[in-house]
């Protein structure tokens, strides 16, 4: 029991060496709570979205469950098996074009047409609020429909004005608030416009091949359980094998929702971690500080007979009391992040945050304070540990160089070693967490190395006149210099905010770049069989020095690879987006002009025998496919299975028509579809495009016009919101970095007096020492900077060039706003601390020389 003893001792002489207050650790305290607060708090948020998720699932799927199928309708025996389950509401969304009543303007809406039970769940919030009958109710030959403010903003209407959609005309009679399943029903490009299921079917809409979806909510017996549910579902799938229904429960109402927060919030979590190893290195200097200022107190233990590891514990106990305190303070952050996220979230996510408290997120945060502590801490106590008392009361401090004992360095990086195998198991994604670690583990590496190439570049360099200049060089490769711990402690923040801004940068200048210019104009969607040639002739004439491309369409679902159920399939997750939900699929006798083959060979013009099928070739081996495999997929409520005849190069960012599968003509043979097409013109002006679309729109009101740049400006506003987000995090990494920047410049404090006093007695100005420094800090910012735009640009372009499969260009702005900032924070940040240094008496350190 003498170890009991020994803590007992030491954790009370620690309590009374920390009476004097935490002066010295303000910088660790703030890594600490930083860290731990960006870690628990997006944790949190996520938990809580998905606890909104979970407890309003049957208001979210608008029922107990959900049938999908595209392109038709149920059949008489899946009408009957849905109605025995319990209350069926039918929806049907497409999107389509609305336009006013006298044809002068149009827009592209998101049509959602209800019946009479709708909905099952919830409540549907309008302003003023109607009943069914005066919402949606035909009154003299013109149907109700509601649609939110965007709508009427866009073409400038009022409650009581009259739209066309097909060849329907419908009265505007609220404004639509909120829709209770509207999260169930995925992310739309354009403005909701909600009609009756008659109104849609007297809007004429509704052809052979129309892309419309179909939804079907059932309201179960009060007491369903889940296990009731999953009967159901594999009910459904024994008794229908070839409907080609997506079912969904209560449980699971947004899975892509529920899947983004997920990847989102795991990717945030690991800047977070980014944020608190960079704090750490602040811990190490905060630790190393404050042990040289007790060089008094311990080589006093020491003379009175303590030993180097009662030494050790004494302070051990202080760090991790200090880092309690720390970690405490995170939490704190952290648990209200859900509360302060409910409100701000609400404009962008369909689902309310549950403001709550989530234990799991902050152990977790908890835990990675704890263990990045423990970790930085313990190098500089091992080197306490051994300082002799006779060194320490010659004021030789803790700048020695070389490692602390075997049992301390193993311990360290053993703890360093736990904290990123932690980080890649509680990630959902192992592979990006483990690419993410290693990053950062060789990043940490590169940054020591090239801390120590600076120092090894400066000690080599010649001799220079300028006395301010020789001694910048020399501080910078003197004993105890502040250069490993400035380049470590910016660098990685630097070079996160690199990556991420050249990321932001490149997606952003594809979409509102390159993408443009390489993108069609139009789409044109549904145009039905009997239409084409007239549709083709009106293009024609509207824009005759336009390319017009058209492909026959139609929609499936996959069910089945090599005759294995895709439920059943171990699919990556680079692969399995092809799988999720319904595909465009097209036929074609002659191998497309925008298709390369990278296998196989393509079928003859007149092929008649089994179906085929010619497979993107990156998606294709993302799910394991090779030729001669088979792809079984559900058109219309019928499963057909093609053998790969080929894979092909797809390039997807020229936003062109493309499909990941092609199949032979005979495949699809008599199934009613319609046609997909794309209008380019490059010269084409905004008032062309807007005639255009008008002139279509009028001609042919069933076929849906979407503009690309329509497209891209929403796809763009997403991509700011998602880079608000990633900046933020990032700028948590950042902030921590200054912080660590301050306790470093703090750190050397001691030996900055020394010095400034010692060229002063000499004979220095404040001018030339204050010369000395800013050269100093600007040698380092700049070396540092230098390393952030190369470790940064290779991160981006590996992201956008590989990850993305898009080009990738090196910006540079970002170069030059890393450089400036690098710069201004070193010298601001060492300048403020060395005025203080410079303004010392030299009387009492001359003294203690």
């Known amino acids: 029991m003498t170890w009991l003893r020994t803590l007992k001792l030491a954790f009370r002489f620690s309590l009374r060496e920390m009476r004097g207050g935490l002066s010295g650790f303000m910088i660790f305290l703030a890594c600490i709570a930083l860290g731990v607060a960006a870690i628990g708090g997006v944790n949190s948020v996520a938990q809580a979205i998905t606890a909104g998720v979970a407890d309003q699932g049957q208001t979210l799927l608008g029922g107990d469950l959900r049938f999908q199928i595209n392109q038709r309708d149920t059949t008489p025996a899946e009408s009957t098996f849905l109605d025995r389950l319990g209350a069926v509401s039918h929806s049907a969304n497409m999107r389509s074009m ?68 097909g060849s329907a005309t419908f009265e505007l009679r609220a404004r639509l608030v909120s829709e209770p399943d509207a999260v169930s029903d995925g992310f739309g490009f354009a403005p909701r416009l909600m009609v009756s299921t008659a109104g849609l079917a007297a809007s004429g809409l509704i052809q052979p091949g129309s892309l419309v979806e179909n939804a079907y909510k059932v309201r ?164 306490a540990r ?69 120092q090894w570049v400066a000690r080599k360099s010649p001799r220079v006149r ?135 060979s393509w079928w003859p013009d007149n092929y008649t025998g089994e179906p085929l099928v010619s497979f993107s070739n990156d998606e294709g ?11 079984t997929v559900n058109v219309l409520g019928r499963n057909v299975t093609a053998r790969i005849a080929n894979f092909r190069e797809v390039q997807w960012e020229t936003m062109g028509i493309n499909f990941v599968m092609v199949f032979s003509p005979n495949t699809f043979a008599g199934a009613p579809h319609g046609w997909l097409a794309t209008l380019s013109e490059k010269d084409a002006t905004a008032a062309d495009d807007a005639r255009l679309l008008n002139a279509v729109t009028r001609a042919f009101p069933a076929v849906t016009t979407v503009r690309v740049k329509d497209a891209l400006d929403v796809v763009n506003r997403l991509v700011g919101q998602l880079g608000t987000a990633i900046r933020a995090v990032a700028g948590v990494a950042l902030i921590a970095s200054v912080l660590v920047l301050a306790g470093a410049l703090a750190a050397g404090n001691r030996a900055r007096i020394h010095d400034a006093v010692v060229l002063k007695t000499l004979g220095a100005t404040r001018r030339t020492l204050i010369t000395a420094f800013s050269l100093e800090y600007m040698l380092i910012g700049l070396a540092t900077a230098v390393f952030a735009l190369v470790a940064g640009g290779i991160a981006a372009w590996y992201i956008v060039a590989r990850i993305m499969t898009l080009p990738s260009h090196f910006m540079p702005e970002v170069a030059v706003a890393t450089l400036v900032f690098a710069l201004v924070i070193t010298v601001g940040i060492g300048l403020a601390g060395t005025w203080r240094v410079l303004g010392h008496k030299a009387a009492p350190v001359l003294r203690d020389l």
């Open 220 to 383: 179960l017996p009060a007491g369903a359980s889940e296990a009731d549910l999953k009967a159901i579902q594999d009910r459904a799938a024994s008794d229908f094998p070839e409907a080609g229904w997506s079912i969904r429960t209560r449980s699971n109402a947004a899975p892509a929702l529920s899947s983004n927060i997920e990847r989102f919030s795991q990717f945030l979590t690991l800047v977070g971690l980014t944020a608190l190893v960079v704090g750490g290195v602040g811990v190490a200097n905060a630790v190393r500080a404050y042990l040289d200022g007790k060089r008094g107190v311990i080589a006093t233990f020491k003379s009175l007979g303590a030993s180097g590891g009662f030494v050790f514990t004494v302070y051990l106990v202080q760090i991790l009391m200090i880092a309690g305190l720390g970690i405490v303070l995170g939490l704190i952050l952290g648990a209200a992040m859900p509360f302060a996220a409910s409100a701000a979230l609400q404009s962008v996510i369909p689902v309310p945050a549950e403001g709550g408290f989530y234990p799991g997120a902050l152990a977790m945060a908890a835990l990675f304070g704890l263990l990045v502590t423990l970790a930085f801490a313990l190098l500089p106590l091992g080197r």
């Open 98 to 165: 609305a336009r006013l009543e006298d044809g002068s303007d149009q827009a592209l809406v998101e049509a959602k047409a209800v019946d009479d039970a709708y909905p099952l769940y919830g409540v549907l919030d309008t302003e003023p609020q109607l009943g069914r009958q005066d919402l949606f109710g035909e009154k003299s030959g013109v149907f109700g429909a509601v649609a939110p403010d965007l709508l009427f903003n866009r073409l400038n209407v009022k409650i009581g004005d009259r739209l066309k959609l």
């Open 621 to 631: 081996k993302a799910l394991g496919l090779k030729l001669g495999d088979t792809v």
């Open 466 to 600: 300028s006395v301010a200049l020789r001694l910048a060089i020399g501080n910078i490769h003197r004993p105890g210099a502040l250069t490993p711990s400035v380049v470590l402690s910016l660098g990685l923040g630097l070079t996160l905010l690199v990556t991420l801004a050249l990321i932001d940068g490149n997606l952003r200048q594809q979409i509102s770049g390159s993408l443009p210019e390489r993108a069609p104009n139009f789409f044109f969607v549904d145009i039905q069989n009997g239409d084409v040639d007239a549709f083709s002739t009106l293009i024609g004439k509207e824009a005759p020095k336009g390319t017009l491309v058209k492909v026959p369409m139609l929609r499936g679902r996959v069910m089945a690879l090599n005759g294995v159920d895709v439920d059943k399939a171990n699919v990556p997750p680079e692969g399995a987006w092809v799988l999720r939900g319904d595909r465009g699929l097209t036929y074609d006798a002659k191998q497309p002009a925008n298709a390369t083959l990278t296998e196989g």
């Open 386 to 454: 051994d300082v002799p008392a006779t060194a320490l009361f010659r004021e030789m401090g803790f700048e020695g160089r070389g490692f602390p004992r075997l049992p301390y360095l193993a311990t360290a990086i053993g703890i360093a070693l736990a904290l990123a195998a932690l980080a890649i198991l509680f990630s959902g994604d192992q592979r990006i967490a483990s690419i993410f670690v290693g990053a950062t583990i060789f990043a940490f590496l590169v940054l020591r190395l090239v801390g120590a190439l600076v």
